[in-house]
């Protein structure tokens, strides 16, 4: 999973999947789920993000993986 926030746009990616999204539907004004050919869920996109979700702060809970960080 990985998640890009993009400050030009003030939107954010929620990449579930290394699949590609082949439909999108939007739940809720400028909140569109990415689908995969197979109807699963492979991405969540979030318009102004900064007012939907507190992006000052991420707290991960007994992930079982690797958590990278990539600096901006």
């Not at 579930?16 to 995969?36: A, N, P, Q």
């Not at 991405?43 to 809970?61: C, H, P, R, T, Y």
């Amino acid at each position: 999973m990985k998640l890009n926030y993009y400050p030009e746009t003030d939107s954010l990616y929620i990449d579930l999947s290394e699949k590609t999204s082949v439909e999108s539907r939007e739940i809720s004004e400028g909140v569109v789920l990415d689908y995969d050919e197979a109807g699963n869920l492979v991405g969540i996109d979030i318009d102004n993000a900064s007012k939907k979700v507190q992006l000052k702060e991420l707290i991960l809970s007994r992930l079982p993986s690797d958590v990278h960080t990539i600096a901006a």
